[in-house]
């Protein structure tokens, strides 16, 4: 289909049913209901709330559509296969290909040596987690796959989740041996549950002509309390990372940091975006730009832009797996690819998500510190609402009911 600043989001969804997480990721709600007004808006409007560019909306949404209709690649075919053994979860866009093809080679073995088969499903993380809280109901142990691996903390934040983690049913499989980049901060969680395996960094994109003679800010506490009214793109379409963004400000600096980071905000633009904008003539560029540390490999040619290392450590959002306590033994094979060393430096060297398997060498730029909220705050308080209000203040703000 064509789409066109008139193209409805009912017209949308119901071409290509996925891409109501398109929508979701968006903030919009309601979509499932079949009579609800907000699928009758045109993508003109929705830029008009969002208030992101409307030239930009329809360009990520091709591209979205561009990656559901053409699923071609080795996860075609897995995504249709049923097994015993169940593989679910969302991996970093960049390195989601090379990832697969690691694990279905220890799959191919692990399915030969045992007589069993694998169920993989295992989805990029742009088209965020949505489908996957929808697949998988903790409150039900028949729907909860052996393994879940995550870019995004986002669907954990339910009670029901909460309870299965501090109840035994998944189990940490990680090494206690980390990698020495994480030495001055604690991922384990303290019910031995998660296994984090890799992070994703939030560091600044600056681009000082644009900042006007201001100091370039070296922390986030300099972002957020400098001279940046309306020089600051946050990435607000990318659920996750932008989750873990409002956490940490939030515990660190209360209502007062999240007052900040509004009258900072630009604009929201996906990191993509972001990056071409600062190639292009006589278009509105942030003067910073928060994004995920992947995308600085792509200005790292360009004279115009400078990436900042916040010295009090880059904002992370982590990579792991739950892992059924349950299944542990019996597919060990697989847990073992998944924290490889082999898969951290496709992780670290292909992605630039830092790994924590303590025989890869991350490639960071000074300080290389990182910032973390820590599972505590996330698993002992009600984490579930908090999100929701700092979402929905936000939303609020930019305009989105």
Not at 92 to 109: G, S
Not at 125 to 147: E, N, R, Y
Not at 350 to 366: Q, R, T
Request: aromatic share 10%; proline share 5%.
């Amino acid at each position: 289909m064509i789409i066109t600043e008139k193209t409805k989001i009912k017209e949308v969804i119901d071409n290509h049913p996925n891409s109501i997480y398109f929508f979701k990721n968006l903030g919009l709600a309601n979509l499932e209901d079949a009579k609800s007004p907000i699928k009758l808006l045109s993508l003109k409007s929705v830029s008009e709330i969002k208030k992101i560019n409307l030239e930009t909306l329809i360009k990520q949404l091709n591209e979205y559509l561009k990656i559901e209709t053409n699923k071609t690649d080795i996860t075609l075919v897995e995504n249709n296969k049923k097994g015993e053994i169940k593989v679910y979860g969302v991996l970093p866009c960049p390195v989601r290909v090379p990832l697969l093809e690691k694990l279905n080679e220890a799959i191919t073995d692990f399915e030969e040596k045992n007589s069993t088969t694998v169920e993989v499903n295992l989805e990029s993380a742009s088209k965020g987690l949505g489908w996957l809280k929808d697949s998988v109901d903790f409150a039900d142990d028949k729907t909860i796959p052996d393994i879940i691996i995550s870019a995004g903390f986002e669907f954990l934040f339910s009670q029901n989740a909460q309870e299965r983690i501090k109840k035994g049913f998944f189990i940490d499989c990680f090494p206690n041996k980390l990698n020495d980049d994480f030495k001055d901060i604690n991922l384990k969680d303290p019910f031995n549950a998660l296994s984090v395996f890799a992070v994703v960094p939030a560091i600044f994109m600056i681009n000082e002509q644009e900042l006007d003679n201001e100091k370039i800010p070296g922390s986030w506490e300099e972002l957020l309390y400098g001279n940046y009214e309306n020089k600051v793109s946050i990435p607000v379409g990318d659920f996750d990372l932008f989750n873990s963004i409002l956490l940490h400000i939030y515990k660190e600096f209360g209502e007062s940091g999240i007052e900040r980071l509004k009258k900072i905000m630009f604009k929201s633009l996906h990191p993509t975006v972001a990056v071409k904008t600062q190639q292009m003539k006589n278009t509105a560029k942030p003067a910073i730009t928060v994004m995920p540390y992947f995308f600085s490999k792509m200005v790292r040619s360009l004279n115009s832009v400078k990436i900042v290392w916040p010295k009090d450590g880059a904002i992370i959002s982590p990579i792991f797996a739950l892992i059924r306590k349950d299944s542990a033994e019996k597919i060990k094979p697989l847990i073992d690819t998944i924290f490889s060393k082999e898969v951290g430096n496709i992780l670290s060297q292909h992605g630039l998500f830092p790994s924590l398997h303590k025989d890869v060498k991350n490639s960071l730029i000074e300080p290389a510190n990182f910032k973390w909220v820590g599972w505590d705050y996330i698993l002992n308080n009600d984490t579930e609402n908090l999100i929701n209000e700092l979402n929905k203040n936000f939303n609020e703000f930019i305009g989105v009911a």
